[in-house]
């Protein structure tokens, strides 16, 4: 009989984390689950701890798999090479320095049943050193705009690990990731997956803990590669645009979508030297979308502009202090 859920857990260098992870996946209510865990060439002690607490559960020692890379190619092929080997109906993807309600494998596939979905969602809480934050995700009720509104991700977050999808979608070529991409790696896969899908449900309850304060995440600190990422990404949705005859349909939303995804990075990143670097990036959507982006925005966009590089910083700084202050 094949498990009901697939969970797939990519493991690099995540020793801190990977006790709690393997703790609270280990102990999901749902009974029919195969755990896959990718070793994507770690170098500290992690695949020890996880074999450690693997040996603690032996009522699920013939469900779990870890899976070795040669090298280390970052989450999305990872997470596409043990997509290979996933027997369940559902997929479901959790990051090895994140960790999840020990319900939420069950109450997620449950309400794939009742629902009939392609995907479910859920909310997320985004946990700090000393805080958590509520992130409720979006699902448009329409699905003509399931799709556009991933494009975007005004409402909705990219990231697959808080959804629960029908293995079957990832039969579709373009739901597989063929890129060593490690930031934004998954918005590529999760916008194709939200192209195909026809039912999309959601639980409104945080099963997802997304830890934001692991120095070694790809999202702690901004750099280069994400900046390349970005880039990687918009020729790869160009091309899916333009083979699904989507390019015009969708012309204007990519547009200004390039343009805020750029100056989103621009103020991410704390070197003005990286800002210069990729400062013309997308420079006709800048153009042509100019008038479109908040003051903020326009600001940062004029400053890059005018090469005053050294007062972007500033900039972010003023921008990082009033968003701190107003949190508060």
Known sequence: MNPQVTIIIPVYNVSAYIEKCAHNLFSQTLYEVEFIFVND??????????????????????????????????????????????????????????????????????????SNADIVACDMLIEYAHKSIYFSDYVPENASEFFPNMLTNIKSTPSLCNKLIKRSLYLHEQCRSTTNAKYIEDKFVSACLYYYATKITKVNRPFYHYIKHNPDSTTYSFNQTHFESLILFWQKMDEFLLKNNLTEKYAQLTSITKVRDKVNLLFK????????????????????????????????????????????????????????YSSN
């Open 41 to 114: 060439a770690s170098t500290d002690n992690s695949i020890l701890k996880l074999e450690k607490t693997i040996a603690l559960y032996p009522e699920i020692i013939n469900k779990v798999q870890i899976i070795q890379n040669e090298q280390n190619f970052g989450p999305a092929i990872s997470r596409n090479k043990a997509l290979d080997y996933a027997k369940g109906e559902y997929i479901l993807v959790v990051d090895s320095d994140d960790f999840i309600d020990s319900d939420m494998v069950e109450t997620m596939y449950n309400e794939a049943l009742i």
């Open 269 to 324: 990143t704390d070197s003005y030297k990286i800002r210069k670097q990729f400062s013309a990036i997308f420079s006709t959507e800048e153009a042509e979308n100019f008038k479109h982006l908040k003051f903020g925005e326009k600001l940062m966009v004029f400053l890059v502009r005018k090469k005053l590089f050294i007062f972007t910083s500033l900039l972010r700084n003023l921008i990082q202090l009033k968003t701190k």
